[in-house]
C-alpha cells in the first residue's frame, strides 16, 4: 500500500515528520508537501503560475517533494503526475498544528488536501492536533495509526470512478497526555460559527487595522458534535462529504418561476 502523506505547515512541519514515521508501518510512504506554510487557505489551487517541486534530502537521500503551492495542489500534482506510475491508495493530510473542528473544516488547508485526495477517488483523511506549545506529535501519530489502519482495511481498493471515502481526526491534547485515551468518538461536525468579530485598533501612523477574534458561538454546539466532544479531552472522526448540493432545496425549486418574470 502507498500512501501520500501531505500537510499545510510546510513540508518541515514536525507533525508531518511524525505521521510520516509513524505510517511507515503501514505501507509505503511517500511526501509531497508544501514549501512554506499553507495553515488556511483552504482549497485554494495555482493555476495562473507554474508550479515548482524540489526533492528535500535527508540522512543523503531523498525524504519529500517540496511543492511551491496549496495544499491541494501538492496532492494534485502527486496522483497526476509524481506518483502516476505508481498510483497512491491512500492520502493522509497531516498531522495539523491546531484542531480543524466544526466549521474550520471549511477553512482548513489540511482538510482541502484530503478534500483533494477524495476527488480523485482516493480514501483521504486529515488529523488535526490541539495546538499547544508543548505538542506531541509522535504520540498524536501513535494515535492516529489505528485509524488509518481500519480506513485501509475498509477503503483501500474503493471504486476509483467514485469519491473516495473522506474523514476528519481531531486529537485534543489531553488525549496524548493519557496512558490509553478512549477510543475516537465518530459524531458530526459542528456548526457554530466562531470568531465573528474583529478587533480594531491603529497603527502608529493613525491608520486602522483588525485582528480577528475567535469568539464563542451564539449557541453552543450539540453534545454530539465534534467541537463538544473534543472540549472533554476525546479524540473523534467525523466522515465528510463534498458534495454541497441542496437536494431537498432543488426539489422546491421545481416550482419556482424563475425564467418568465420579466422587469423593466
Excluded at 5 to 27: I, M, Q
Excluded at 226 to 239: C, I, K, Q, Y
Amino acid at each position: 500500500m502507498k500512501i501520500l502523506v501531505t500537510n499545510d505547515d510546510g513540508v518541515f512541519a514536525p507533525g508531518l515528520a511524525s505521521l510520516a514515521k509513524s505510517l511507515e508501518a503501514l505501507g509505503e510512504v511517500v511526501i509531497a508537501a508544501p514549501a512554506t506554510e499553507q495553515s488556511g487557505v483552504g482549497h485554494s489551487i495555482t493555476y495562473l503560475t507554474p508550479l515548482t517541486c524540489k526533492s528535500i534530502h535527508r540522512d543523503g537521500k531523498h525524504w519529500a517533494y517540496a511543492v511551491d503551492g496549496s495544499p491541494a495542489d501538492c496532492v494534485k500534482l502527486a496522483v497526476t503526475e509524481i506518483f502516476k506510475e505508481e498510483p497512491v491508495d491512500l492520502v493522509v493530510s497531516g498531522i495539523n498544528s491546531g484542531l480543524n473542528s466544526g466549521i474550520s473544516v471549511l477553512y482548513s488547508g489540511t482538510v482541502a488536501a484530503a478534500i483533494e485526495g477524495a476527488f480523485f477517488g482516493i480514501p483521504s483523511l486529515a488529523v488535526s492536533l490541539e495546538y499547544d506549545a508543548d505538542a506531541d506529535f509522535d504520540r498524536a501519530a501513535e494515535l492516529c495509526r489505528p485509524v488509518v489502519d481500519q480506513i485501509a482495511k475498509h477503503c483501500v481498493g474503493h471504486d476509483r470512478n467514485e469519491p473516495g471515502p473522506l474523514f476528519n481526526m481531531n486529537i485534543p491534547t489531553a488525549a496524548t497526555r493519557e496512558p490509553a485515551p478512549a477510543e475516537p468518538a465518530v459524531v458530526p461536525m459542528g456548526l457554530g460559527q466562531y470568531g465573528r468579530s474583529y478587533e480594531m485598533r491603529r497603527d502608529p501612523k493613525g491608520r486602522r487595522y483588525y485582528w480577528a477574534l475567535w469568539n464563542e458561538p451564539p449557541v453552543p454546539p450539540p453534545e454530539d458534535a465534534d467541537v463538544a466532544v473534543n472540549r472533554e479531552g476525546r479524540m473523534t472522526v467525523t466522515p465528510l462529504k463534498f458534495d454541497m448540493t441542496d437536494r431537498r432545496q432543488i426539489e422546491e425549486m421545481r416550482h419556482w418561476d424563475l425564467g418568465s418574470q420579466r422587469f423593466t
